[in-house]
């Protein structure tokens, strides 16, 4: 089994809120099997570098030969501007396509996903990747996924910033038409996670204590399972 862990967070593991749940789970399926392997990518420390012109020229003209596995990709490649680029997302296709279990570590970065994040998800993203050639199926309809969502404020059901979690939907839809299946798609969000430092947000640290030890408790049993 192989986890494949990716962080997002700009701040290092002792502030980050999203990076203890991730560590978190990480641990907790470790001491599970300890012959699984547990593959960590650190988006912040090692970031994924954003598209040019090379990689869309290379992606259109996957796209127009239908479904192209990525190993007769480099039959495609025209130039060395789009070979630097599939150089580039290849490791990337195939550490996502190894990994049973993605675990994806996501602070709410105005309102949504941070810059981090969406460099791998546009890199990785390679059109026909993820479709077996021969059958037409989805390669990623077994593979869990698991969100560790972190926000300073509060956006549960009923509050007034409900409507600005782009994160939820965001990555829904995305992991969704990524292929993913819906019962292998898991979101958990800890918030209020700045209720000690805003002054707006003081009076909520009772909440915020509780909404983390929520997270918890979900992350432990996602882990365990
Ligand atoms: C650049 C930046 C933008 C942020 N934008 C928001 C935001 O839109 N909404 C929010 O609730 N918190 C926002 N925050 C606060 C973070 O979501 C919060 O600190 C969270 O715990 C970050 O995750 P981390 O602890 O794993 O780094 C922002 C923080 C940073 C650094």
């Not at 099997?33 to 598209?51: I, K, Y």
């Not at 970065?109 to 990785?124: C, E, G, M, S, T």
């Not at 995305?174 to 292998?184: H, K, Q, S």
Request: charged share 20%.
């Amino acid at each position: 089994m192989i986890l494949l862990h990716i962080d997002s967070s700009a701040d290092t593991a002792d502030d980050s809120v999203s990076r203890r749940l991730t560590d978190l789970f990480a641990t907790t399926w470790r001491a599970r099997d300890g012959s699984a392997e547990h593959r960590h990518r650190d988006l912040c420390a090692d970031p994924v570098p954003v598209l040019t012109p090379a990689y869309t020229a290379l992606g259109r003209r996957v796209e127009r030969e239908g479904f192209v596995p990525p190993a007769k990709v480099p039959a495609l490649i025209e130039n060395a501007a789009e070979e630097r680029e599939w150089d580039l997302t290849l490791p990337l296709i195939t550490e996502l396509l190894a990994a049973d279990t993605v675990l994806l570590g996501v602070p709410m970065y105005n309102f949504a996903v941070p810059a981090a994040l969406k460099a791998w998800i546009d890199r990785v993203t390679f059109p026909g990747a993820y479709t077996d050639a021969d059958t037409g199926e989805n390669l990623l309809r077994d593979t869990r996924v698991v969100v560790l969502m972190a926000r300073g404020g509060g956006y549960g059901p009923g509050t007034p910033r409900e409507s600005f979690d782009f994160q939820t939907p965001y990555l829904t839809a995305y992991f969704g038409d990524l292929g993913v299946a819906p019962e292998n798609l898991h979101l958990v969000a800890t918030e209020l996670t700045l209720a000690g430092l805003l002054p707006h947000l003081a009076g909520h640290e009772d909440l915020a204590a509780d909404s983390f030890a929520q997270a918890c408790a979900a992350v432990t049993a996602l882990a365990a399972t």
